[in-house]
């Protein structure tokens, strides 16, 4: 069956919440309170959107996150009651797209859910564009997928984004709030400083030195440009 979203909690009395919050907007949704049930669930099943506690009993969330980006693109939004620094940053760079803290409000966590599936949906559908090629750097629209000097990249999703968004739009500069909103679309929620955490991984990943970036460079008190 198709699901717009997946729970994946093992707080019984949230997630039911959540589930019949959902519905009642027509968001088309499902729960499951362990790793071994989502991966069961995802075999059967298709979803546009996850939904993932960090503590989930035996296992944590960010394992599983790691287990579901070997073959997923889908958009995993974190919900957690850890405030720490370092756990947003973790679930980041293992390729969520979103960290939410507990407690939250239902039409918080439907606002944001709402604009990660509306923008998995757009950059998802197929597009007449040619792949960008420059200076080595292949971006190719439709099959979402990058390399460099013939070498392929492994991008999340919210890294691929910002790569294109700034191909697009080459020799501009946009601030880290610009981009979280274009990126994100979720003006006024969340923190920007995620936009911050994304691109030196996306560096990481593009640049041959990421310290003296060729392509994605920081113009100093501004924010972030791509170079052509």
Same mark, same amino acid.
């Given at each position: 069956?198709?699901?717009?979203?997946?729970?994946?909690?093992?707080? #019984?009395?949230?997630?039911?919440?959540?589930?019949?919050?959902?519905?009642?907007?027509?968001?088309?949704? +499902?729960?499951?309170?362990?790793?071994?049930? $989502?991966?069961?669930?995802?075999?059967?099943?298709?979803?546009?959107?996850?939904?993932?506690?960090?503590?989930?009993?035996?296992?944590?969330?960010?394992?599983? $996150?790691?287990?579901?980006?070997?073959?997923?693109?889908?958009? !995993?939004?974190?919900?957690?009651?850890?405030?720490?620094?370092?756990?947003?940053?973790?679930?980041?760079? !293992?390729?969520?797209?979103?960290?939410?803290?507990?407690? *939250?409000?239902?039409?918080?966590?439907?606002?944001?859910?709402? +604009?990660?599936?509306?923008?998995?949906?757009?950059?998802?559908?197929?597009?007449?564009?040619? +792949?960008?090629?420059?200076?080595?750097?292949?971006?190719?629209?439709?099959?979402?997928?990058?390399?460099?000097?013939?070498?392929? $990249?492994?991008?999340?999703?919210?890294?691929?984004?910002?790569?294109?968004?700034?191909?697009?739009?080459?020799?501009?500069? *946009?601030?880290?709030?610009?981009? *979280? #909103?274009? !990126?994100?679309?979720?003006?006024?929620?969340?923190?920007?400083?995620?936009?911050?955490?994304?691109?030196?991984?996306?560096?990481?990943?593009?640049?041959?030195?990421?310290?003296?970036?060729?392509?994605?460079?920081?113009?100093?008190? +501004?924010?972030?440009?791509?170079?052509?």
């Amino acid at each position: 069956m198709k699901y717009d979203v997946l729970v994946v909690d093992d707080e #019984e009395m949230l997630s039911e919440n959540t589930v019949e919050y959902f519905e009642m907007f027509e968001v088309r949704t +499902a729960w499951v309170d362990s790793a071994a049930a $989502c991966l069961d669930f995802l075999k059967t099943n298709s979803v546009d959107l996850i939904l993932l506690d960090v503590n989930l009993g035996e296992t944590s969330g960010f394992d599983l $996150c790691k287990t579901l980006r070997k073959t997923s693109t889908v958009p !995993i939004l974190f919900i957690s009651a850890r405030t720490s620094d370092d756990d947003m940053l973790l679930a980041l760079n !293992i390729g969520g797209d979103d960290y939410i803290q507990k407690p *939250f409000s239902p039409g918080e966590l439907l606002a944001r859910v709402r +604009a990660h599936l509306a923008r998995f949906e757009r950059l998802t559908s197929k597009s007449t564009k040619p +792949a960008f090629n420059v200076r080595g750097l292949e971006v190719d629209r439709d099959d979402r997928r990058v390399s460099v000097r013939g070498k392929e $990249c492994s991008l999340t999703p919210k890294e691929f984004d910002i790569l294109l968004f700034l191909m697009e739009n080459p020799n501009r500069v *946009f601030s880290k709030e610009a981009l *979280f #909103e274009r !990126i994100w679309g979720l003006e006024a929620l969340g923190d920007s400083d995620t936009v911050v955490v994304h691109m030196r991984r996306l560096r990481e990943k593009i640049e041959p030195e990421p310290q003296n970036p060729q392509y994605v460079e920081t113009v100093w008190g +501004a924010g972030y440009r791509f170079r052509i």
